[in-house]
């Protein structure tokens, strides 16, 4: 068994194998298919079930699962950061695979404040299956938050079926978008070939206007594509609010900001660095997706968008085995 460093609330620690039991009922190692990472999670008796890896994936603070299981921050902590890195590798071994029929794509942003500083979150889902795609986190809102969001949301769209993109007035999610959506056309002749943009790819833009925080109008316009095709898409996926939106993602990142309490607004619990905030953001996106059952589906994301044919526990989540890369 490999050494797990475990803290206690103490001015010192040793390893797991080394000090008196603490009630775990489980210790999954070697969850990601190496040594390389090992995943704990203490998981007290008293609690009749209810663990902390479902507290954690749906909004408990952290200082709070230090007083109810009686151990340092800085290990439960360290299992966060484990479990998003191989809740990361679970969204791009099992979502961004090209077998999801994305259909109508809506991608938004979220302004947050850490401990190193203001960072801006970008994320993306399908609003059919409400597939929660892919998030970065970047320092700036610019072209590098929202890029790797589009490459992955490519990754995992089936090619050759039609895609809807709805974004806000961000004018990098244009070009962003056009310049990964686009194949080389082969036409024989020598040097490379030129790069064309999808035939069946549509971009509204929804802009909304305010006076102070007062909605005044929303304004559609059309990015690219046609506004006929992308009307079709959108009723094709879309069961409620009959027009091109953002409601969709805009709910998800509601969200969220409830189960992360890293993004709650005036929260007492910023996230230390960015790389623990993205740990956190994967971890939730992927219990989201694979775990949570939806009042409108009648299941999980990953059901609706034909990836899994079960609601997944927490439990099977945590010992899925990635491949390695």
Known sequence: MPQVRLWRKRPYWHPFAQRTAVHLSYLSSDVCGDNRHDAVWPQTSNLGGTGCPELAAYGCPIPALVATFDLDERTIADWQDKAGQHAKRVQHQVVCQGQVDVGQVQADELYTKTQAGAVWIATAMTVFSRLWLWGTISWDRDTALVEPVIAQVRAAAQIGKPILFAVDGFKAYVGCIRKVFRDPQRTGKRGRPPLKVWDNLHIVQVVKQRVGRRLTSITRRVAYGSLEAAEAIMR??????????????????????????????????????????????????????????????AGTPAMAADLTDHVWSIDELIRFRCQRE
Do not use: D, K
Not at 255 to 262: F, H, K, N, V
Not at 277 to 284: G, V
């Open 236 to 297: 094709a996926t879309q069961v409620e609010l009959g027009r091109i939106n953002t409601a969709y993602i805009e709910r998800l990142n509601a969200t969220l900001r409830t189960w992360m309490p890293a993004l709650v607004r005036r929260t007492r619990t910023p996230s230390g660095a960015r790389e623990r905030l993205e740990a956190a953001l994967f971890w939730t996106g992927c219990v989201y997706n694979f775990c949570h059952v939806h009042a409108t589906l």
